[in-house]
T-cell receptor, first 109, second 112 residues
C-alpha cells in the first residue's frame, strides 16, 4: 500500500465552481500534513499546511480526519490560475515527507 | 532572496554513461533532499542530508546512485552506468526549520 494515495483526477470544473478532493495516508503516527501545488513542468510549492482543526487560506480550505486518515482540500470560486496538480504530503520519520502522486485540477473558462 | 537552483536543467545521455546533477540550496538551509519524479508518479525520496550528520540514503534505488554534499552547501547526485529507467525529473529541496521544503526547478534526465 502506498503511504499517500490520491485520486489522480482530472477534475474539470468551470470558473467559479467549487471543487474538493481527498487523499488518504497509511501511517497513523503521522503528525504533519500539507498540500503542495505543482504547475506543469514546474517544481512543487507549498500551498498550505493542514491543521487538526481545519484551516482556511482565502478560497482554499483544508481538513484533516485522523480517525479515517484522510485529508481534504476544497477550492471555492475556482480561477483559471488554480489549474494545477495538487500534491498531498505527509511527514514520515525522520524529518522526511511522503508525497502523493497528485490530483489534477483543470479550471475552464 | 535566491531560491534553490539546479543544473543542468535538461540532460540527455546515452545508456551506460555516468551523469552528475548539481543542487545549490538556499543559503543557510541545513537540510537538503533529493527526489525523483517520473511521469504521473509522486515524488520518490532518494537521499537526505542534515548538517554534518551522516546522510539518510534509504531511498537510493541502487548502488549506481550516490550523492555528496560538500561544505554543507552544494550537493551533487551521481548516477553511474545510467539505464533507461533512470529517466525522470530529479528534484532537489532544502529546508531550514519545520517541515516545509523549498524545491529547485529540477533536472530533466533522459537516458537514450
Amino acid at each position: 500500500r502506498k503511504e499517500v494515495e490520491q485520486d489522480p483526477g482530472p477534475f474539470n470544473v468551470p470558473e467559479g465552481a467549487t471543487v474538493a478532493f481527498n487523499c488518504t495516508y497509511s501511517n497513523s503516527a503521522s503528525q504533519s500534513f500539507f498540500w503542495y501545488r505543482q504547475d506543469c513542468r514546474k517544481e512543487p510549492k507549498l500551498l498550505m499546511s493542514v491543521y487538526s482543526s481545519g484551516n482556511e487560506d482565502g478560497r482554499f480550505t483544508a481538513q484533516l480526519n485522523r480517525a479515517s486518515q484522510y485529508i481534504s482540500l476544497l477550492i471555492r470560486d475556482s480561477k483559471l490560475s488554480d489549474s494545477a496538480t495538487y500534491l498531498c504530503v505527509v511527514n514520515r520519520p525522520v524529518l522526511k515527507l511522503s508525497f502523493g502522486a497528485g490530483t489534477t485540477v483543470t479550471v475552464r473558462a | 532572496g535566491a531560491g534553490v537552483s539546479q543544473s543542468p536543467s535538461n540532460k540527455v545521455t546515452e545508456k551506460g554513461k555516468d551523469v552528475e546533477l548539481r543542487c545549490d540550496p538556499i543559503s543557510g538551509h541545513t537540510a537538503l533532499y533529493w527526489y525523483r519524479q517520473s511521469l504521473g508518479q509522486g515524488l520518490e525520496f532518494l537521499i537526505y542530508f542534515q548538517g554534518n550528520s551522516a546522510p539518510d540514503k534509504s531511498g537510493l534505488p541502487s548502488d549506481r546512485f550516490s550523492a555528496e554534499r560538500t561544505g554543507g552547501s552544494v550537493s551533487t547526485l551521481t548516477i553511474q552506468r545510467t539505464q533507461q529507467e533512470d529517466s525522470a525529473v530529479y528534484l532537489c529541496a532544502s529546508r531550514q526549520q519545520g517541515y516545509e521544503q523549498y524545491f529547485g526547478p529540477g533536472t530533466r534526465l533522459t537516458v537514450t
